[in-house]
């Protein structure tokens, strides 16, 4: 397989394939100022095309998400056609090709989450936060995501708020877990 042609590889998959990566806090960025900042996550790289991916999670990290002009960027620098880099970003749940919230709200969809009233607590967000699985809000302060099973069983149901992880969660916890998800709400560093 040519590097044209690359797939994901062992070290990408490790990159990219937890969702639970934390989401920190991301001053929006203006366009010149992102084009420096995309300017120098690729620097720290060399041409090697399987970097990719690291420096795609760094603008995730940077940006909150993976935005166009580092598509391009990335594929002139790495040599790689921009198609592959943009299935990558549909691939990894942790790269997004849309802004996402300051905050990152997760409800577990998994069998067990499920059976042990996930889809309650997951309808209490949505009331809560206003926004459905796959939203973000419109002040840009929180994104709600759905997700398999994150491995935390024994805690159903779970909800994750940016890293912090939340078990046995019930209807009336919510409006607290959820607290520091409103505007103008302190991120915790
Ligand atoms: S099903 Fe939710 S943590 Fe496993």
Not at 144 to 167: K, S, T, Y
Request: hydrophobic share 40%; proline share 6%.
């Amino acid at each position: 397989m040519s590097d044209m042609q690359h797939q994901a590889s062992a070290p990408e998959a490790q990159a990219a394939a937890s969702g639970l990566r934390a989401s920190p806090s991301v001053a929006p960025a203006t366009a010149p100022d992102m084009r420096q900042r995309i300017d120098e996550i690729i620097a720290r790289y060399d041409r090697d095309p399987n970097h990719a991916l690291a420096a795609m999670q760094d603008m995730q990290d940077a940006f909150n998400y993976v935005p166009r002009e580092g598509l391009e960027a990335l594929s002139r620098y790495f040599a790689r056609p921009v198609g592959q880099l943009y299935a990558l970003t549909t691939f990894y749940k942790a790269l997004s090709l849309e802004p996402k919230g300051r905050h990152i709200v997760k409800i577990c969809a998994g069998t067990t989450c499920h059976i042990r009233g996930g889809e309650n607590i997951g309808a209490g967000v949505t009331r809560e936060l206003g926004i459905k699985p796959g939203e973000t809000s419109a002040d840009g302060e929180v994104s709600f995501e759905e997700v398999h099973c994150v491995g935390a069983c024994a805690l159903a149901p779970v909800v994750i708020v940016d890293d912090e992880l939340h078990g046995h969660v019930t209807l009336e916890q919510l409006p607290e877990i959820l607290a520091c998800c409103h505007a103008g709400s302190a991120v915790a560093s």
